[in-house]
């Protein structure tokens, strides 16, 4: 809660017309938590800006399983006992373990590339190729870091045969993510992090579990084919899967948060859902980081919990 000084003009208007403001109440505008963790890397569709809906819906648990871990923004900064965080990009997984293992040794050891001196397009082309060709996972892991930070956008994308092909980024001095990163090896002591897809993430939940899953966004146009679109690699017949393999998970007591945009589609297969909470937030959703835009969110609540469910 917060008082009356947040209401300077109030206060000056009182002022000029010589009465006493009244004492006001008032609660901080919606937004993140200033005391929030960053992810340490940009990620396409972090939750960080919208951990507060998120947090309000998450169940209690021993362990908070996150198939789809990305840059881990709601597992660093919630306080599960134990933590599974999946993804499906192996070099992703592969920094986070290194990173849980060593932490300042190889936060050390990924300083050098951020010292300016790789900041040119002939060094990250160069250094790209070192990433798609190297068999040295730890360098392999601090180029990720490197390629994330000076890569254009955040993006990470690969071509066909698997290699890395974001172009440079430009940025005038790309942030080493120190203090980041430190949190991230601290909170990783708690967490296990596997290469596997989200069936398989499934697969290894028990009872005493909370499940939170936030697949690459559906399209938000519907005239998209229902079999054949596929955005980032994962199509409607998977995120049709996943909402089934939630209610399966709710039936054997272990809840289910899901997010994503709130479509024709996604309100259908989120239909069975215990709780819908709809919200909007700010995104960059064309490929033109710049056009940001207004985009209607959904979050599907599987509760195993609800005695009606
Ligand atoms: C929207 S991002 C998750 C963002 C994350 N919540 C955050 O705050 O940064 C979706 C993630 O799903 C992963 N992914 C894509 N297909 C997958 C699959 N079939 N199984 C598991 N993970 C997958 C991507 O690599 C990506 O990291």
């Given at each position: 809660?917060?008082?009356a000084p947040l209401y300077?003009?109030?206060?000056?208007?009182?002022?000029?017309?010589?009465?006493?403001?009244?004492?006001?109440?008032?609660?901080?505008?919606?937004?993140?938590?200033?005391?929030?963790?960053?992810?340490?890397?940009?990620?396409?569709?972090?939750?960080?800006?919208?951990?507060?809906?998120?947090?309000?819906?998450?169940?209690?648990?021993?362990?908070?399983?996150?198939?789809?871990?990305?840059?881990?923004?709601?597992?660093?900064?919630?306080?599960?006992?134990?933590?599974?965080?999946?993804?499906?990009?192996?070099?992703?997984?592969?920094?986070?373990?290194?990173?849980?293992?060593?932490?300042?040794?190889?936060?050390?050891?990924?300083?050098?590339?951020?010292?300016?001196?790789?900041?040119?397009?002939?060094?990250?082309?160069?250094?790209?190729?070192?990433?798609?060709?190297?068999?040295?996972?730890?360098?392999?892991?601090?180029?990720?870091?490197?390629?994330?930070?000076?890569?254009?956008?955040?993006?990470?994308?690969?071509?066909?045969?698997?290699?890395?092909?974001?172009?440079?980024?430009?940025?005038?001095?790309?942030?080493?993510?120190?203090?980041?990163?430190?949190?991230?090896?601290?909170?990783?002591?708690?967490?296990?992090?596997?290469?596997?897809?989200?069936?398989?993430?499934?697969?290894?939940?028990r009872k005493g579990d909370?499940?939170?899953?936030?697949?690459?966004?559906?399209?938000?146009?519907?005239?998209?084919?229902?079999?054949?679109?596929?955005?980032?690699?994962?199509?409607?017949?998977?995120?049709?899967?996943?909402?089934?393999?939630?209610?399966?998970?709710?039936?054997?007591?272990?809840?289910?948060?899901?997010?994503?945009?709130?479509?024709?589609?996604?309100?259908?297969?989120?239909?069975?859902?215990?709780?819908?909470?709809?919200?909007?937030?700010?995104?960059?959703?064309?490929?033109?980081?710049?056009?940001?835009?207004?985009?209607?969110?959904?979050?599907?609540?599987?509760?195993?919990?609800?005695?009606?469910?």
């Open positions: 809660m917060g008082f300077p003009s109030y206060y000056f208007r009182c002022k000029q017309r010589g009465i006493k403001p009244k004492e006001m109440k008032t609660t901080l505008p919606a937004k993140t938590d200033s005391a929030s963790i960053r992810p340490f890397l940009k990620w396409a569709g972090n939750k960080y800006r919208v951990l507060k809906q998120i947090k309000a819906l998450l169940p209690q648990g021993q362990r908070l399983i996150e198939p789809f871990a990305g840059s881990g923004a709601l597992f660093l900064n919630t306080q599960y006992p134990n933590y599974l965080l999946c993804d499906t990009n192996a070099d992703l997984i592969s920094l986070y373990q290194h990173l849980k293992q060593e932490g300042n040794v190889f936060i050390r050891y990924c300083k050098p590339y951020f010292n300016g001196k790789y900041n040119n397009p002939e060094s990250y082309y160069s250094l790209r190729k070192k990433f798609n060709t190297t068999n040295n996972v730890r360098q392999k892991a601090a180029l990720f870091l490197y390629l994330n930070r000076h890569g254009y956008n955040g993006l990470c994308r690969y071509n066909s045969k698997g290699g890395y092909n974001v172009p440079f980024g430009r940025y005038v001095r790309p942030y080493f993510p120190e203090k980041e990163m430190l949190a991230f090896h601290h909170k990783a002591q708690s967490a296990n992090f596997k290469l596997c897809s989200f069936e398989e993430s499934f697969n290894l939940s909370v499940i939170y899953c936030d697949p690459p966004y559906v399209p938000l146009s519907d005239s998209a084919n229902f079999t054949s679109y596929s955005s980032g690699g994962f199509d409607l017949q998977q995120q049709h899967t996943l909402a089934q393999l939630a209610e399966q998970r709710r039936d054997d007591k272990i809840s289910v948060l899901i997010s994503n945009h709130d479509t024709r589609f996604t309100r259908d297969i989120y239909c069975n859902a215990n709780t819908l909470s709809y919200f909007k937030v700010q995104r960059s959703i064309s490929c033109n980081g710049q056009k940001r835009k207004q985009a209607d969110e959904v979050l599907a609540l599987f509760d195993s919990q609800d005695k009606r469910s």
